[in-house]
Nanobody
């Protein structure tokens, strides 16, 4: 089992930055690829970023590439999402997720464990 707790969400103006954190507990953290997803009201959950168990590989959709950076500190069992140049369309609840192995995926179905989510609101 892996327990995930997100933090760092809030209200920010367009063009601003936020850094989300996800603290993990449970089984060996470095064994799990980690992902961030988001869900806006009335929309499906959307892939935002992923990182391999080692941290050497990352993946982003075009909508956030160049603005968001995922990283992890396996010594602290924490994964981060640095979000820069935020836009109103980035407004959503952001979820941290852990996969069942070291390789990541863009599909939410590949992730076994989920946090409770943290709200990010970007005002125009």
């Amino acid at each position: 089992q892996v327990q995930l707790v997100e933090s760092g969400g809030g209200l920010v103006q367009a063009g601003g930055s936020l850094r989300l954190s996800c603290a993990a507990s449970g089984r060996t953290f470095s064994s799990n690829a980690m992902g961030w997803f988001r869900q806006a009201p009335g929309k499906e959950r959307e892939f935002v970023a992923a990182i391999s168990g080692s941290g050497r590989s990352t993946d982003y959709p075009d909508s956030v590439k160049g603005r968001f950076t995922i990283s992890r500190d396996n010594t602290k069992n924490t994964v981060f999402l640095q979000m820069n140049s935020l836009k109103p369309e980035d407004t959503a609840v952001y979820f941290c997720a852990a996969s069942g192995g070291p390789y990541f995926s863009r599909s939410s179905s590949m992730y076994l464990y989920w946090g409770q989510g943290t709200q990010v609101t970007v005002s125009s």
